[in-house]
């Protein structure tokens, strides 16, 4: 399955008339010709309002889904924006520096242009995305297009995207309960399931002629040194039944999320825990978030589009103790104690993303539901390991009870350091955290799931948030950046 589309940028100029069009036109070509390969060149210039829909015309023909409206010169106001009135995707606008030419016949005036231009677009309340350096020379450009990349993508995937639900929530779990309301706000569809409608599904794959190949496929992946190889037929079953759900009630959407209940009754009606199922879909590119958390598969298929890489979704979970503080990251990295923290889940991270990835059992689980047992049986099926050491991004988007859409993003890493315990885990590191998690995370009421994108996403992301028009974007502010709630006379 195509979970992600596939971005096809173009680039159209636009001309004021006292200003000549061929300066505009040069300097498109120039920006192209920087770009390099994967960036149309609209030959229309948009001079006057019937030029805005040949130009449409000729970027669709083209197959272009997310425009770059390029300002060679001062530009035509209402032309330019009557462009992001008729595109219905993603659309930037940045503007010409001077330095090509003389500043005689040779001046464009777009840096003042720009200004016009975005006082226009607040004027008919449209999205545009508008990056830091708005106006540059040819390669200065052409790196700023680059960035439009993955929030086009990633603008474009919410706008066909379909999260589907197995519920309810467990008991006693209002975190991740949050009125789905601000999903369609942002064109996102839903579609919530009962468990028992899952469990049907499921109970019909039961003789999938296909299930010894996905088996096959699993102990590949796995190794001959799993201990739990029985439990594989079940996970097969719910793999492929997950999988054909996700074809048939696709719908109308082009991309599919899924967040589904995991526990307890799970485990007693289906005998496994789908941690490993998860894991294995979210390297196929289909996030699946646990514990029917909604804006967590939301906030992980938006890692996944911005980076374009398999993401995860981890509680924030537990403190680093001091011995292992000490022994681990104490003169290795430049990060204090509370600036660190465990991201933890029970083995839904895929297995390319964790050292030494084995199937295990849910141990909080066992406790609860297997108490006498010796061995593992219906807990079995999670993936886990320590996360692999690296860059990382954390973040979240998320409903308030009052349907108002808040986020959060925070880079930082993994550390190389053992984490001495079970599940998908890792030894967390943001600048400042003790202060991000008192006055974002729990002053803002958010909840304990994070979204984490590998790599150091923040910048597409902060701005797909911005595009979004979400008002209220949270990060990790230094010290001397106090946040609004900060007590100034704290010990």
Same mark, same amino acid.
């Given at each position: 399955m195509e979970n992600i589309p596939e971005v096809k940028l173009g680039i159209v100029a636009v001309s004021r008339s006292c200003f000549p069009a061929s300066l505009s036109?040069?300097?498109?070509?120039? @920006? #192209?010709?920087?770009?390099?390969?994967? =960036?149309?060149?609209?030959?229309? @210039? #948009?001079?006057?309002?019937?030029?805005? =829909?040949?130009?449409i015309a000729d970027v669709k023909k083209a197959g272009v889904n997310a425009l770059v409206v390029f300002l060679g010169n001062f530009g035509p106001e209402t032309p330019e924006t009557i462009i992001a009135d008729k595109w219905d995707g993603p659309i930037m606008y940045c503007a010409s520096a001077e330095g090509d030419g003389n500043l005689m016949n040779g001046r464009g005036d777009a840096y003042c242009g720009m200004l016009n231009c975005s006082y226009n677009l607040g004027l008919r309340h449209k999205k545009a995305y508008i990056p830091e350096n708005p106006v540059g020379t040819a390669e200065e450009l052409a790196e700023e297009i680059q960035k439009f990349i993955p929030i086009s993508r990633t603008l474009l995937g919410l706008a066909g995207l379909k999260i589907i639900a197995f519920g309810p929530r467990p008991d006693d779990f209002l975190a991740c309960n949050a009125p789905i309301k601000a999903l369609y706000d942002l064109g996102v569809a839903v579609e919530e399931n009962s468990e028992l409608d899952l469990l049907v599904s499921y109970n019909h794959h039961a003789d999938d002629k296909r299930i010894p190949a996905k088996i096959e496929e699993m102990k590949k992946e796995l190794g001959n040194k799993n201990p739990y190889e029985g439990i594989l037929p079940r996970l097969a079953q719910y793999e492929l039944t997950l999988l054909d759900w996700a074809e048939a009630h696709k719908g109308t959407s082009k991309y599919v999320a899924f967040a589904n209940k995991c526990w307890p009754a799970f485990q007693t009606e289906f005998k496994f825990v789908p941690c490993y199922v998860n894991s294995r879909l979210a390297g196929m590119g289909i996030p699946v978030s646990c514990e029917v958390d909604i804006y967590g598969a939301l906030s992980e298929y938006i890692g996944l589009c911005a980076s374009n890489e398999t993401?995860?979704?981890?509680?924030?979970?537990?403190?680093?103790?001091?011995?292992?503080?000490?022994q681990e990251i104490k003169g290795k990295y430049d990060y204090r104690l509370h600036e660190t923290f465990m991201g933890f889940h029970c083995g839904n991270t895929c297995s390319s993303l964790l050292c030494n990835p084995h199937m295990g059992y849910q141990l909080i689980m066992k406790r609860q539901l297997e108490p006498d047992k010796k061995e593992p049986d219906i807990t079995r099926g999670t993936m886990e390991g320590n996360i692999k050491p690296g860059e990382i991004t954390f973040f979240r988007l998320q409903s308030t009870a009052g349907t108002e859409l808040k986020a959060y993003v925070a880079e930082g890493e993994v550390l190389d350091a053992d984490c001495h315990s079970f599940g998908s885990i890792g030894i967390f590191a943001i600048k400042d955290m003790d202060r991000f998690y008192r006055h974002v995370l729990i002053q803002k009421n958010f909840p304990h799931h994070g979204a984490v994108a590998f790599g150091h996403h923040g910048q597409a992301l902060y701005d797909v948030f911005k595009y979004l028009g979400i008002g209220d974007i949270s990060y990790n502010q230094p010290s001397s950046l106090p946040y609004p709630d900060e007590n100034p006379f704290k010990d």
């Open positions: 036109e040069k300097r498109r070509e120039a @920006i #192209v010709a920087a770009y390099g390969k994967g =960036l149309y060149d609209s030959k229309v @210039i #948009v001079e006057n309002e019937l030029d805005v =829909l040949k130009a993401p995860t979704l981890l509680d924030i979970n537990n403190t680093v103790p001091q011995s292992i503080y000490d």
